[in-house]
């Protein structure tokens, strides 16, 4: 199976899991998508995720994170930036997503990190999604 966006496969595949109230989720890894699951553990919005090594390019386990009333984190995930059409912003022009509550997710020359990171470093890039 081809995937032509891993970024948007990677977002609803942990949208969907949540719906389902799955304690984890399995997607292909990659480095990007160990990035962004860095970033979205460090935001609080997963409990965690491990990298498991198979024959192929290797397996990524997001363990999704839900409140006391079994109510995902997570309640909206957007994928902003496509393979069709990229978005670039400068550190200036970081959208704020949802007034603060939510964080933008951007690949910049030092590396995938959040939009609050982005700014205090003076750092812009491709706007890749917006979580809330």
Known sequence: MVITDPIADFLVRIKNAQKAGFDYVDIPASKMKLNIARVLKEEGYITGYKFIKDKKQGVLRVILKYDQ?????????????????????????????LNGYGIAILSTSKGIMHDREARKRRLGGELLCSVW
């Open 69 to 97: 009333n079994k109510v995902p984190v997570i309640t909206g995930m957007k994928r902003i930036s496509k393979p069709s059409r990229r978005v670039y912003v400068k550190c200036d022009k970081i959208p704020y997503i």
